[in-house]
Nanobody, 118 residues
Framework: QVQLVESGGGSVQPGESLRLSCAAS????????MGWYRQAPGKERELVAT???????NYADSVQGRFTVSRDYARHMVFLEMNKLKREDTAVYFC????????????WGQGTQDTVSS
């Protein structure tokens, strides 16, 4: 079965950076959208950034210009470079994968905590 595992979360101060990684296993298809969602305490899960191919990305307005999503297609990995972090970026970040061609199945990682505080 498909499994997504995140890593790289942690605690940082405002203005610092974090890099999240997600490794997907059990993939049996080649056309996927991958990316990141996040959920802050008391908030609904929201999109952070996704990437379907090297030229198709989607960012939330709140992270535009600060975060960069990228992926390693051969290894089914996706990354999130988070720069100039703000306190409001504090959330559990979830890796996301969606099969884009056939059944449109989607999968989620277990989440990794990102805490931004002074």
């Amino acid at each position: 079965q498909v499994q997504l595992v995140e890593s790289g979360g942690g605690s940082v101060q405002p203005g610092e950076s974090l890099r999240l990684s997600c490794a997907a296993s059990g993939i049996r298809f080649g056309i996927t959208r991958m990316g990141w969602y996040r959920q802050a305490p008391g908030k609904e899960r929201e999109l952070v950034a996704t990437i379907a191919n090297p030229t198709t990305t989607n960012y939330a307005d709140s992270v535009q210009g600060r975060f960069t999503v990228s992926r390693d297609y051969a290894r089914h990995m996706v990354f999130l470079e988070m720069n100039k972090l703000k306190r409001e970026d504090t959330a559990v970040y979830f890796c996301y994968l969606r099969e884009e061609r056939f059944r449109l199945d989607e999968y989620w990682g277990q989440g990794t905590q990102d805490t931004v505080s002074s």
